[in-house]
């Protein structure tokens, strides 16, 4: 238990320590594995795919924009997700994108987690 442990914090600092003493705070957002989709919170009422995909297309490929809407009424239930081509851009896009205005709204981004209620109602 103790061997293992020693090797752990080895590792850590074998990791941690660099010539440059700060490291962002996105580096271990990104550290632990991404995906190209982006979830996006505070979308304005009137916007639609296409200006989202305006919004976000400076920062790479836009595969795909959608607004979640509520089945009823067909009206924004304020949030969305934007899918790039590249990890990387999604990553770029994440952190330029963040607190910015989009359609008079600031929007807030975040990375988009697998939905896995499907998942557990398929088996």
């Known amino acids: 238990m103790a061997a293992s442990l020693r ?7 074998r990791h941690t320590s660099h010539p440059q003493p700060y ?7 990104f550290s632990r594995g991404f ?9 304005s009422f009137t916007s639609t795919e296409e200006s989202l995909t305006q919004a976000f297309s400076p920062f ?6 959608n607004i979640v809407r509520n089945k009823v009424t067909n009206k924004s239930k304020g949030f969305g997700y934007v899918t790039f081509e590249t990890e990387e851009d999604a990553e770029n896009a994440l952190v330029n994108m963040n607190g910015k205005m989009v359609d008079q709204r600031v929007v807030l981004v975040d990375k988009a987690w697998p939905d896995n ?3 557990k109602n398929a088996g």
Request: charged share 25%; net charge positive.
């Open 60 to 65: 790479g490929k836009v595969l795909d924009a």
């Open 23 to 29: 490291i962002p705070p996105a580096h271990f957002l």
């Open 117 to 119: 209620r499907k998942a």
């Open 35 to 43: 995906s190209s989709k982006l979830l996006v919170k505070g979308i």
């Open 7 to 13: 090797e752990m914090s080895k590792s850590f600092l």
